[in-house]
């Protein structure tokens, strides 16, 4: 079997790199589109079958979860996609560190459940904790032969490690909420869906590890990880006090609405934006010495995510009341307020995901860190005061603080690439044509059913839904030869074909 070195020197030469990077981006593209579609179908049924209550608890027993979760790689994904040289070895340290770490955590969430519990005065996520505490354990195993496959660029055998395990797990919520399992429907698919992630991959990549174990290239893994792993506690704590706050202060029940309208506004940033920097980082790290090359590809991506982020929030916000009727129920409409107002947040959340990709790839993880910290210490004291006036006030204060922070850290990223405002704006220029065309469009109509409530609530949805994407997709394609190019570009990477 050849070696990691020798066949991430095969795909280092430019133009395989942008090949396997434009193909990379499409498949996880299309995987998450498909993730997206099956948790989409498993959230409209447990929606209507389950209670804001029962969200509520699965929500509080993430809090602990991915908490810990966060320390189950220690930063050795990371490290191991940056590492060029002795990356066989370094693939070794970081599998039993990996499984070290993952039995460790799994111990520490049993010890702290009692604790929790006691917190938030909820004995019935006692036993959720414990059986979501083994999904750390069970991770852990795969973790490393998913940080190869990206370090490849291996995205297609990647995304089957990915679907197959989420569409039986989303079977088996579903078959279990019928049989009236409350959210106990959730956590026993989340358990399946972890077992069954490492037996696929297993078997799709035949990659093995030794049994050899490296201090000092452990010691370097770890070094070059702490960082990332400081910028994910970061992101956690920030993504997570308004839920910890909410829960403690106002109960499951409402922390299951907000908790509805957080998940909806992030659904084009969780299923599709957020796992494209998989593919943005190892691309990003194997031209990082070549600056015109970097300017160009994050450019290249910063255009695919502002086509994709900006319509898709702009539309779900005007058209939010009706996506949560339609599809999730009348139960759930106290979620709307909370849902429109972080969907304005939701654009420059997505724009800045391949700005942690760069920031690792230019060996500066520091960064993400010290921009999350500081947007924890805004955040903490904004919703000690906000968290009394209700959830709303809640979204509020979550999305001014994180929008301004968010562009903060553009703002920087562009200096230090040496981009003008004008290359950036050139790169955004057509989503923001389209989408406000598309809103001048859709805005006449919203405001007229609002007034009258001449149709029924799906005609209406699905009228504006079919007009605004023909809006924008019309626009978007008809003005900008570059959109043009990158979908012909995609098409020929998922053919397998190479760019002219």
Not at 262 to 270: F, M, V
Not at 327 to 347: E, M, R, T
């Amino acid at each position: 079997m050849r070696s990691e070195e020798a066949i991430l020197d095969e795909i280092r030469e430019a133009e395989e790199v942008e090949r396997r990077t434009v193909r990379g981006a499409a498949g996880i593209g299309l995987t998450q589109l498909g993730t997206g579609l099956l948790e989409m179908v498993k959230m409209i049924v447990l929606a209507r079958l389950l209670s804001p209550r029962d969200f509520g608890l699965v929500a509080l027993c993430y809090l602990l979860i991915e908490a810990l979760r966060l320390f189950s790689n220690v930063g050795t994904g990371a490290a191991l996609i940056y590492q060029r040289e002795r990356v066989d070895r370094v693939a070794d340290v970081a599998f039993w560190l990996n499984v070290a770490v993952g039995m460790g955590l799994f111990l520490i969430a049993l010890g702290l459940a009692p604790i929790f519990v006691w917190v938030y005065q909820e004995p019935a996520i006692l036993g959720m904790i414990y059986v979501l505490a083994f999904t750390l354990l069970v991770q852990a195993v795969g973790m490393t032969h998913h940080h190869l496959l990206e370090k490849r660029l291996a995205f297609g055998t990647k995304a089957l490690a990915i679907l197959v395990p989420h569409a039986l797990a989303t079977a088996a919520a579903i078959w279990l909420a019928f049989l009236q399992a409350g959210a106990w429907s959730i956590i026993w698919s989340q358990l399946l869906n972890r077992v069954l992630g490492v037996l696929v991959v297993w078997a799709v990549f035949p990659w093995r590890p030794h049994w050899r174990f490296d201090r000092e290239t452990a010691q370097q893994v770890v070094a070059y990880g702490k960082h990332v792993l400081g910028a994910r506690l970061a992101i956690y704590l920030v993504s997570n006090v308004d839920y910890a706050l909410v829960g403690r202060a106002l109960g499951a029940h409402l922390l299951g609405l907000y908790h509805f309208g957080y998940e909806r506004a992030g659904l084009i940033y969780k299923y599709i934006i957020r796992d494209l920097a998989d593919v943005f980082f190892p691309a990003f790290s194997l031209v990082r010495e070549e600056r015109e090359k970097l300017q160009a590809g994050y450019l290249k991506t910063l255009q695919v995510l502002g086509a994709v982020a900006l319509p898709t929030s702009v539309g779900m916000l005007l058209l939010a009341r009706e996506f949560v009727v339609v599809i999730f129920g009348d139960k759930w409409l106290p979620a709307v307020p909370v849902l429109q107002v972080l969907l304005l947040w939701s654009i420059t959340r997505s724009l800045c995901v391949n700005v942690g990709s760069l920031s690792y790839a230019l060996g500066r993880p520091d960064v993400p860190f010290k921009v999350y910290t500081l947007k924890f210490v805004c955040l903490v004291p904004a919703l000690v005061v906000t968290v009394p006036q209700g959830i709303f006030a809640v979204a509020v204060t979550v999305t001014v603080v994180q929008l301004t922070t968010d562009l903060g850290l553009m703002v920087f990223t562009h200096r230090l690439l040496g981009l003008s405002n004008r290359a950036v704006l050139r790169a955004l220029g057509p989503a923001f044509l389209g989408t406000a065309v598309m809103t001048a469009v859709l805005l006449p109509g919203r405001v007229w059913q609002d007034t009258t409530e001449a149709l029924p609530q799906v005609a209406f949805f699905l009228g504006a839904l079919i007009a605004g994407t023909l809006v924008y997709a019309g626009l978007l394609f008809g003005l900008s030869s570059e959109m043009r190019n990158l979908a012909r570009t995609i098409g020929k990477a998922l053919r397998g074909e190479r760019s002219v």
